[in-house]
Structures are given as C-alpha cells and as structure tokens.
C-alpha cells in the first residue's frame, strides 16, 4: 500500500513539474555551426557536417594517394584537395593508395592491394 501511494505522490509531482515543459525546444537557430574543416587520415569512414559556404581541405600525409572523387552533389571542387560547400545534399569524398611498397628490383612481387580512404560530407543550408 505504501508503495502505491508513493508512486502516485511521485506521478502528481512529475506532473506539476510539467515533465520539463519550460524548457525551450531546440530548433534551426539552436542548431550547431558546422563551419570549415581539415579532414586526415584518421578522418577515415567519418560523417561531417558544413554550413553552405564553408569549405574543407583534404590533408593525407604521406605519398601514393590517389586524386580524391565526390560522389553526390553539394560540394565544388576548388582545387585538387580543396572543396567549397556549395548546396545542400551529401556528398562522399575518397581516394586511395597502393598498400604494399613498390617492388625493389625488377621482377619481384608486388601486390595490389589498396588502402581505401573515405568521409561522407552533409551540407545544410545555415
């Protein structure tokens, strides 16, 4: 018995309380920035968002790295690593590199395997 009347003085509170209705509801204007960005590496299979306008650069160390292609529409090729957010949609950027080093000598082996590298890219109007 004590038990019921416990959780109805708790459901009573809770609604007097108003369940957390005086709390703003977050909309556009609330929305985080999602400004110009560097991608690496270590960006690899990630999701990011850019605002229209804003850009991001892809910076992969190292050499062998094949020119990065987009497969969606919203960003604008700037320049070979550059990229400017120019509408919204979404967009996947991706290259890749030779994952075994080159043979040393005239007949050795190679291999063909290749190190994938990719990064989804929303673009939202602000």
């Excluded at 690496?40 to 990065?68: F, I, M």
């Excluded at 700037?78 to 005239?106: E, I, Q, W």
Aim: hydrophobic share 40%; proline share 7%; charged share 15%.
């Amino acid at each position: 018995m004590r038990v019921w009347a416990g959780a109805v003085a708790v459901l009573a509170l809770l609604s007097a309380v108003g369940c957390g209705a005086d709390q703003p509801q977050k909309g556009k204007a609330d929305a985080p920035r999602c400004g110009s960005t560097v991608v690496t590496e270590s960006s690899d299979g990630n999701h990011l968002c850019l605002d229209v306008g804003s850009s991001v650069r892809v910076a992969l160390p190292g050499a062998g790295w094949g020119p990065v292609t987009t497969s969606g529409a919203g960003l604008t090729e700037v320049s070979a690593d550059s990229f400017r957010a120019s509408a919204p949609g979404s967009v996947k950027l991706a290259t890749a590199r030779k994952a075994c080093p080159a043979p040393s000598a005239p007949g050795m082996v190679s291999c063909h395997a290749l190190q994938a590298w990719t990064v989804t890219v929303d673009v939202r109007q602000p």
